[in-house]
């Protein structure tokens, strides 16, 4: 109970001192029923915009496009999710485009967990809820990050790339390389050492850390979600 407490007060003064540095720098946040957005306006026309791991309601780009007008590129694997993502094409008309892949370290055909009771299954299967919930488990294909820019016709930059991809992100960044990193110009991560037992928050620091080493500076108010952005 006093280190939940401990816990809960360690959040509160790092929100605080985050907002400080938010203002300072001009992070703008995007809240929504479930989720927390963080980015920096500095998009034009022709930024580029892509969504891994975007789940059925894609409320980051859909905040994007209503925000920004700007074309957001939607990825994720789960089969669930693909009728409503494809009436999100027709609703916005060539601002959105979704593509039924995962992203991970390499390119090959891998396993899907699909969850039946949460909007998240993983490729991961120690993932919370693919170990408590009623799963599907499926082939699907998987890109690695600069396999998904060759093909989505963005290997000149990506003004802003989330990754939202319930554990995958940790191989997925010890294989990315530094050619493919300075492509980006921001990254959104949320890291999900709370949700798989085989990461915690030491792993969440090294990824970080080797974000930071490619050239990038990193924001977050909880430790769980960062921008990542070049000066």
Not at 10 to 25: C, E, M, Q, V, Y
Not at 90 to 117: C, M, R, T, W
Not at 127 to 149: A, M, P, R, W
């Amino acid at each position: 109970m006093i280190g939940k407490i401990i816990n809960r007060i360690k959040l509160f003064f790092l929100r605080l001192k985050g907002k400080l540095t938010a203002k300072r720098i001009g992070i703008k946040e995007y809240k929504n029923y479930s989720n927390s957005f963080i980015l920096l306006d500095r998009f034009d026309k022709d930024s580029v915009i892509i969504d891994v791991g975007c789940a059925e309601d894609a409320d980051f780009s859909q905040t994007i496009i209503n925000e920004y007008n700007l074309k957001c590129i939607a990825v994720d694997p789960t089969k669930k999710h693909s009728s409503a993502l494809m009436e999100l094409e027709k609703k916005y008309n060539g601002l959105f485009q979704y593509n039924q892949l995962a992203v991970g370290p390499k390119n090959e055909i891998v396993k899907f967990h699909e969850s039946k009771d949460n909007q998240s299954g993983s490729l991961l299967k120690n993932h919370v809820n693919v170990q408590k919930d009623s799963i599907e488990e499926y082939e699907v294909e998987c890109v690695t990050l600069s396999g998904l820019f060759d093909r989505l016709g963005v290997s000149s930059g990506v003004s802003l790339l989330k990754l939202d991809i319930e554990g995958a992100e940790y191989e997925l960044i010890k294989s990315v390389g530094n050619e493919t990193l300075q492509k980006i110009d921001q990254i959104f991560i949320e890291f999900h050492h709370h949700a798989v037992p085989d990461y915690d928050i030491s792993d969440t620091r090294n990824m970080v850390e080797k974000i930071e080493n490619a050239g990038f500076r990193s924001f977050t108010f909880d430790n769980h979600n960062y921008l990542f952005y070049k000066d």
